[in-house]
């Protein structure tokens, strides 16, 4: 754990997580308790912790409650819970760290590649496609993306994509093409388990949107979801368990990998050949 992570400052002025994420880092210094005390006292890891005092995670209820006696605080901690579960200000920054720090990511996609999977130009052809309506807040540049496949230790990554993003024009027919040959490339070379839900498979759970779940070495996973420009972060243990249910529901009716492999290039294959003629 680097120095630069633990002693992230914060400003309290930036949102009402932000200033509760302030408060909990105050009332440990007013206690005299370093990082590693307190995380002993609450069972947690120190980079949890830290990542709680700087905003980066939301806390637990039980955690929240265990500080209010700890520091003898009236219930300060529980009261504002609804403030710690805030919305992060800058939603793709929080999604980019989890990425960043997931050992374990899962990922059902049904209409475009996911963008830790994507190639710079169809990256770019998505970030310069607009919709004629505004959006709640602008999309990240490709460079903004995340791209946990390039850490040092990149995770477990295992994506279930719909038969629609390998179909759905993004760019040209190069631009789609070259995507699914580094799809392709990505699952022979072992660096992510692929999967695909033919269009033949009729109904199933994931048809309001994609769902992106994450594990983590030092405290509860998490679940994303997206639908359209709405996107919700969720970490309660029995909405995950249920998203985990879902995405499993989805891998038993996907393609097994070595049939996954042969659509990727038969569509790979009708792409460039509809680009050269």
């Known amino acids: 754990m680097s120095t630069h992570f633990l002693s992230r400052s914060i400003d309290p002025g930036e949102s009402a997580r932000a200033l509760y994420a302030a408060e909990l880092r105050f009332h440990r210094e007013q206690a005299g308790l370093s990082l590693r005390e307190l995380a002993q006292l609450l069972h947690l890891s120190v980079s949890h912790l830290s990542n709680l005092e700087t905003g ?45 720090h997931a050992t374990e990511i899962r990922q059902w ?35 903004a993306k995340p791209r946990p496949l390039t850490s040092p230790n990149p995770p ?11 179909h ?8 789609m093409a070259g995507q699914l040959t580094h799809l392709a490339d990505l699952a022979d070379q072992h660096r992510i388990l692929l999967q695909i839900l033919p269009f033949a498979c009729g ?9 992106t779940l994450m594990a983590f070495p030092d405290t509860q996973p ?7 420009d709405a996107h919700a972060l969720i ?12 995405f499993e529901t989805l891998a038993a009716t996907a393609l097994p990998p070595h049939q996954t492999h042969t659509l990727l290039h038969t ?11």
């Open 267 to 277: 569509t790979h294959h009708h792409h460039r050949a509809t680009a050269q003629s």
């Open 109 to 143: 996609a049904p209409t475009r590649i996911p963008d830790p999977l994507q190639t710079p130009a169809y990256a770019h052809a998505l970030h310069t496609t607009r919709s004629p309506l505004p959006a709640p807040e602008p999309p990240a540049p490709p460079d």
């Open 222 to 228: 998490v679940a994303h979801l997206t639908a359209m």
């Open 203 to 211: 109904p199933h759970p994931g048809a309001d949107g994609a769902l």
């Open 56 to 100: 980066r995670r939301r806390i637990q209820p039980d955690i929240a409650q265990r500080l209010d006696v700890i520091y003898g605080t009236n219930g300060f901690f529980t009261r504002n819970l609804p403030a710690a579960r805030s919305p992060h200000p800058q939603p793709h920054l929080e999604l980019d760290y989890l990425h960043q």
């Open 168 to 175: 759905h024009h993004t760019g040209n027919r190069d631009t």
């Open 156 to 166: 477990l990554y295992w994506v279930i994509l719909g038969e629609a993003a390998l």
């Open 235 to 246: 970490d309660t243990p029995d909405a995950v368990r249920h998203y985990h249910r879902t």
